[in-house]
């Protein structure tokens, strides 16, 4: 069973930064998005970025700008970015990694999300 292992998630003054990292412990082939969720209290759980096998990065519109998704897909690993960071940014944010490998007849499929990391943004 593969694992995704977040890091970097911490304390932050308004406008300061931090680099969310997520490694895949193990490999994984076919990978199809890499991306990045993030959940408040007492919201749902909401795209933040994601970034295709082919490169084609999207984000939540609140954030472009502020936020730079970056992967290697060899390293199966994604980081997320996070610049002038604000209040309404704290949250968990997750790391989600889907994809789909094998012959036509017996495809399998998985979808992976890491255990969450607590990003808290102060005034």
């Known amino acids: 069973q593969v694992q995704l292992v977040e890091s970097g998630g911490g304390l932050v003054q308004s406008g300061g930064s931090l680099r969310l990292s997520c490694a895949a412990s193990g490999r994984l082939f076919g990978i199809n998005v890499m991306g990045w969720y993030r959940q408040a209290p007492g919201k749902e759980r909401e795209l933040v970025a994601s970034l295709t096998s082919r490169g084609t990065a999207n984000y939540a519109d609140s954030l472009k700008g502020r936020f730079i998704i970056s992967r290697d897909f060899a390293e199966n690993t994604v980081w997320l970015q996070m610049n002038n960071l604000k209040p309404e940014d704290t949250a968990v944010y997750y790391c989600?990694?889907?994809?789909?490998?094998?012959?036509?007849?017996?495809?399998?499929?998985?979808?992976?999300w890491g255990q969450g990391t607590q990003v808290t943004v102060s005034y």
């Open positions: 989600n990694i889907n994809g789909a490998y094998g012959p036509v007849e017996r495809t399998y499929e998985y979808d992976y």
